[in-house]
């Protein structure tokens, strides 16, 4: 079975500044994906960034980074510089490698930017 | 160019009665998803499909049934609709094995009343 942690049901972060969101999962396959979604007031479900489990070097996407922590199952993201565009709920998914994977998901966190 | 598209946007309908949610990628990805996202903004999955197959079927009341005309299309009919219902539904698609992540459609607001 999949479960994906996220403790922080709310972070406020001032525009400009740097803001980690935490996640936590447990999976028993070897072979799996991690991902981080962005959903804004729109609802439109948005891919932030994404990690295979097998490479060590942790991913980037521009402002958006994570710190993965393969043995204590840890995969927080890093928003660099941030925006108001930024506010949003923000969700950390995995997913296992076989056709019947299906993407299991936090309970989200919702991030606040303030001036 | 909407890559995965959901129709109706929104919903509003009576309790009792039957409603569709159309789901339809032009991405060539072979698996389709519905997921379920409550008042609290969980999502949870409902139902998998590959290349026209059913492939996950979670623990959804029996008034829900999936169908897959083609691997490019989702559709999901609800039957005998109840205020516990009401809820956001996203169609989804994606490449398995490739991780390249799961495109979800805008969403469908159903609320029953």
């Known amino acids: 079975a999949q479960t994906v942690t996220q403790s922080q049901p709310e972070m406020s972060v001032q525009e400009a500044e740097t803001v980690t969101l935490s996640c936590t999962y447990d999976t028993s396959e070897s072979d799996y994906y991690l991902f981080w979604y962005k959903q804004p007031p729109s609802r439109q479900m948005i891919l932030v960034i994404r990690q295979e489990a097998y490479k060590q070097q942790n991913a980037t996407e521009n402002r958006f980074s994570v710190n993965f922590q393969k043995a204590a199952k840890s995969f927080s993201l890093k928003i660099s510089d941030s925006q108001l565009g930024d506010a949003a709920m923000y969700f950390c998914a995995q997913s296992g490698g076989g056709t019947a994977s299906k993407l299991t998901f936090g309970t989200g966190t919702r991030l606040q930017v303030t001036l | 160019d909407t890559a995965v598209s959901q129709t109706p946007k929104y919903l509003v309908t009576q309790m009792g009665n039957d409603k569709s949610i159309k789901c339809e990628q032009n991405l060539g990805h072979d698996t389709m998803y519905w997921y379920k996202q409550d008042s609290k903004k969980f999502l949870k999955i409902m139902f998998s499909?590959?290349?026209?197959?059913?492939?996950i079927n979670e623990t959804v009341p029996n008034r829900f049934s999936p169908k897959s005309p083609d691997k490019a299309h989702l559709n999901l009919h609800i039957n005998s609709l109840e205020l516990g219902d009401s809820a956001v539904y996203f169609c989804a698609s994606s490449m398995p094995g490739q991780g390249n992540g799961y495109t979800f459609g805008s969403g469908t607001r159903l609320t029953v009343v």
């Open positions: 499909y590959n290349n026209k197959e059913l492939i």
